[in-house]
């Protein structure tokens, strides 16, 4: 992937031109036909295409009101219990019957007698491609994992279900009213004995299923948190936090937890090394505000919490005002505000992010790769912040004890035609400086990952997987420390200068219940919008974000031990994309791919995704039809991979031969901000960009930051606060 103009430097561009007619004609082998009626077409197919999968899949018929109204909590039970009958007279008398204010969905069942015995509303779930239903878990009389297995009494369960909410506030509830305004709705129940296979077969099926579980949280109960879940560490967490992990099905979805309880009573010395590492787990969610772990000894309960983020004043308040503004909660604009209140303690900072959580996008639906700069051109920006980023990410790792995993990584040679490659690769990994870099040979490579195949490699040993979203979270913490202030849910739609005589000259405005927030300078890394963000002080259109989603493939639990470490390929200068890969994660997971393919939306993680302003701008750009005209063969197989993973798994196979189908499911999926510039060439290195006017000269724009933005976050916001501080004379 190259560019023909390396965009290394920051610069400003003079005040745009006006874009060329739509009809302008572009020559195809054999075809002629207008920009416009090109757009119309590709809109038309996927639109077309979109329907269909509409119409194929099943949906869920679940009969009961909405729950609506600022007085409605959300309680997600996610562990199976044998319900005794104190306790199910307790939930009958206490949360049935009662106004709907309270929404207490247990997808296990475990509670299906209180249920049978008390009028409330009807639910029917049509199948889903098997037999199970929404269900994370299965009832077990081996489980005591209810207050009640203590010998509690009716009232202590009450009051230790109160003690669990206690501290919690949220849309006007709290724990003395929650008891006596409640509702419970069950969803069947299915027992082990409908099926062979394992407990964890009923979790795994709600990968398959997260469209319809969304659909009930963000339809009927109009909700798109689970105010607080309970779960037992010792039966089902570790698939459950898999599934709420950063980058897996449930978070792709941006479904938050503001509150998550952790169970495990008179844990035995066997359970205590399992729940030691599920805490561990735990740790690395993203989305979790608070952990609660309570009934184990002290050595393994834990608890932390995530500083405080704000919401911007209503409009009508007195607007904020700030030194510099960084917009965009990704981890370059957190990793920048981090570095500007290290730099310049005097200023008065703030973040901004459109979002209701840090990190929402490509910065929290990545592979997770420490990357070692193997691949990039010499000399370049991106291969100068990548080896400099690594090294300032593992020492940021062991300052702040964040986990993480030098997994290394083989980039292999599995036909003699890509070994010239592997040997000019391995030239410009020495160019870059990367640290002990080896080529070795397939016998060499079956003692690293046994079962991959291959006839040579390079082997990385520094390279490593985090949870980039964690880490984003980190230096947001780490800025709000240094007096730095951040705001979620404010989404930039405006600019305007008010002078030079004013203090704070520049305004930033959002929607018109925000108040707008003035200041002196602004940085804007908004990724997925960074071309449109630039557009709002006059910069140049080019280049273009166009969205490109990966979908990745999860190798079954079984077959994890088919890889140890990250296996890449060796890219084929005749594709735009590196191609699909094996990747570690830090939850134990290994993901398989990704494909390319163009999103429907910006921030469209699915088919279903999509918006026809983000569709038609993509496929409008005259680069966009130069890019489909020289690689339509490449971006059609990479539409039938992402349907058919039949397909995904044969390249797969190229690296681990005894890969089968039935060893994988479908997993998460990423939308990168790719810049495109009007020849159609994708712009493979950072670029930087100012403004136009006299608003200019207090912006710097971050246009492009691409893999490896994350692992060279640390480098770029340093180069970053050195820019800002020259231009801006800070």
């Known amino acids: 992937m190259s560019s023909n103009d390396e965009y290394m430097e920051l610069h400003e561009h003079p005040t745009p031109r006006k874009h060329r007619s739509c009809h302008h004609r572009l020559k195809f082998p054999s075809l002629q036909i207008t920009r416009k009626w090109f757009a119309i077409s590709m809109f038309t ?51 049935l019957n009662r106004r709907k204010d309270w929404n207490w969905i247990d997808f296990d069942g475990a509670v299906k007698d209180c249920a049978d015995k008390t009028p409330v509303s009807k639910i029917k779930v049509k199948r889903f491609g098997s037999k199970e239903y929404f269900r994370f878990g299965l ?27 206690m501290g919690l506030v949220l849309h006007g509830v709290n724990s ?12 069947g129940r ?84 399992e729940f030691a590492n599920f805490v561990m787990l735990s740790k690395t969610l993203g989305a979790v505000v608070g952990r609660r772990f309570v009934g184990a000894t002290s050595e393994a309960a834990c608890s932390c919490q995530r500083r405080e983020m704000s919401h911007a004043p209503k409009a009508g308040s007195a607007p904020l005002a700030f030194d510099v503004v960084v917009v965009g909660g990704g981890i370059v604009g957190c990793a920048t505000a981090r570095q500007l209140s290290i730099a310049k303690p005097h200023l ?101 990952e046994p079962h991959c ?6 082997w990385s040993p520094h390279t490593g997987i985090v949870d980039w979203g964690g880490v984003t979270r980190a230096y947001a913490e780490d800025f709000q420390k240094n007096g730095g202030k951040v705001f979620i849910g404010y989404p930039l739609e405006s600019f305007s200068f008010d002078g030079s005589t004013n203090d704070f000259p520049v305004t930033i405005r959002s929607k018109p219940n925000l108040s707008p927030i003035r200041c002196k300078y602004v940085i804007t890394c908004a990724g997925l919008h960074a071309d449109r963000v630039a557009g709002l002080s006059g910069c140049s259109p080019d280049p273009k974000i166009v969205p490109f989603r990966g979908e990745y493939l999860l190798l079954k639990p079984e077959k994890r ?85 039949g397909g995904q798994v044969k390249q797969l196979q190229r690296f681990i031969p005894e890969l089968q189908l039935s060893d994988v499911t479908r997993g998460p999926s990423g939308v990168r901000a790719q810049a495109m510039d009007a020849s159609g060439a994708l712009v493979d290195d950072f670029v930087f960009d100012g403004g136009v006017g006299k608003i200019g000269s207090r912006l710097l724009h971050v246009r492009n930051a691409p ?6 976050s640390l480098a770029i916001a340093r180069m970053i606060t050195e820019e800002a501080s020259k231009k801006f004379e800070l």
């Open 561 to 645: 031990h088919l890889v140890k470490t990250n296996i890449y390929p060796v890219p084929d200068p005749r594709f735009p994309f590196l191609g699909v890969h094996f990747t570690p994660r830090m939850n134990g997971d290994i993901w398989l791919g990704p494909n390319a393919v163009l999103a429907y939306k910006r921030e469209g993680y699915g088919y279903l995704q999509w918006s026809p302003s983000d569709l038609y701008d993509a496929l409008s750009y005259k680069g966009m039809h130069k890019l489909i005209g020289k690689y339509f063969s490449f971006g059609m197989q990479e539409m039938y991979r992402g349907i058919f993973i």
């Open 45 to 95: 197919a996927m639109f077309l295409f979109y329907v269909f999968i509409k119409l194929e899949m099943q949906q869920l018929n679940i009969e009961f009101p909405s729950i609506t109204g600022q007085h409605s909590l959300l309680m997600l039970m996610v562990y199976g219990w044998d319900p005794m009958q104190d306790w199910t007279n307790c939930m009958s008398d206490r949360l």
């Open 348 to 448: 008065k900072i703030a973040v901004v992010e459109k979002e209701e959580k840090l990190a929402p996008h490509q910065s929290g639906h990545n592979s997770g790769v420490i990357h070692a700069g193997i691949y990039y051109t010499p000399g370049s920006l991106k291969a100068k912040l990548c080896v400099e980023g690594m090294e300032l990410a593992y020492k940021y790792f062991d300052q702040r004890k964040i986990p993480y995993k030098k997994t290394g990584k083989l980039i292999v040679a599995v036909e003699q035609e890509e070994l010239p490659r592997l040997d000019n690769l391995f030239d410009r990994a020495k160019q870059n400086g990367c640290r002990d870099i080896e080529m070795i040979d397939g016998a060499k490579i079956r003692e690293i």
């Open 453 to 458: 195949k291959g006839l040579r490699a390079l």
């Open 176 to 187: 003395s009213n929650l008891l006596i305004n409640a509702s419970f709705y069950n969803i």
């Open 139 to 165: 009832p077990s009389d081996s489980i005591q994992s209810t207050l009640l297995s203590l010998g509690a009494s009716n009232t202590v369960a009450e009051e230790k279900l109160k003690e669990s909410l």
């Open 190 to 273: 299915i027992h082990q004995s409908d099926f062979q296979e394992t407990p964890v077969f009923t979790l795994k099926k709600l990968s398959h299923n997260q469209k319809e579980f969304i659909s009930l949280l963000q339809t009927k109960v109009q909700k798109s948190f689970i105010d607080n879940l309970w779960i037992n560490a010792g039966t089902f967490g570790h698939e459950f936090l898999s599934m709420m992990h950063r980058g897996g099905p449930l978070d792709n979805e941006n479904i938050e937890l503001c509150q998550v309880n952790f169970e495990m009573y008179n844990p035995n010395e066997d359970q205590m090394d």
């Open 707 to 712: 893999s490896p933005g994350a692992t060279s």
